[in-house]
């Protein structure tokens, strides 16, 4: 089986790329609510636990949201079972319908934000990025093709990894503020 690896870094490279969806999904169907860490942490181990049932090349957002959907559902279900919360059914359902809109429209937005931050990098900074991330070169691959030590060149990446989190923390705010 020697592509196993291969499936397994892919499935755990989408599954890091879309936690902030998940959150920002859970959240949503969840506010305000302390159980909204939970239901994260059990859809992940749920998530892992199925990574053999997901297909790679699918739509991995959507996969990983039905999941998340149940989990708030049957947390939802306890609750009322237990009068914890009062919420109608429908409530639920309207809060889920709205989550995945915003979670569709968050992430086309932070693509966006960050696209246009990356652009914004000087032409030496972007190539490590894009060799680092969108290439998928390994820290030290990168080092040796730059001609670079690995070391001089982890502290140049986390520093336009923090200039580009800004960059697009500025722009989704700006985004939120004019809408």
């Known amino acids: 089986m020697p592509n ?5 870094q892919t499935f755990v490279q989408l ?6 969806a998940l ?21 992940n181990a749920l998530v892992w636990k199925k990574r053999g049932e997901f297909e790679i090349g699918t739509n991995f957002k959507q996969w990983i949201f039905s ?7 049957a947390l939802w279900r306890d609750h009322k079972r237990q009068k914890v919360w009062a919420m109608p059914e429908e409530t639920l359902t309207k809060l889920m319908e709205d989550a995945t809109h915003i979670c569709d429209n968050e992430g086309d937005i ?5 696209r246009e ?20 070169n390994s820290l030290q691959e990168v080092a040796d093709t730059v001609g670079r030590k690995a070391d001089n060149l982890k502290g140049t990446m986390h520093r336009i ?19």
């Open 4 to 8: 196993r690896p291969d499936i397994e």
């Open 15 to 20: 599954l890091v790329g879309h936690q902030a």
């Open 23 to 43: 959150n920002a999904y859970v959240y949503s169907m969840l506010p305000g609510s302390p159980d909204a860490d939970d239901v994260v942490q059990e859809v």
């Open 67 to 73: 999941i998340a959907k149940f989990k708030v559902m």
């Open 110 to 114: 932070r693509q966006e934000a960050l």
């Open 117 to 136: 931050c990356i652009q914004q990098l000087s032409e030496k900074e972007r190539g490590l990025i894009l060799s680092r991330y969108m290439q998928g």
């Open 161 to 179: 990894r923090l200039s580009l989190r800004a960059c697009v923390s500025g722009k989704i705010s700006v985004w939120r503020a004019t809408t």
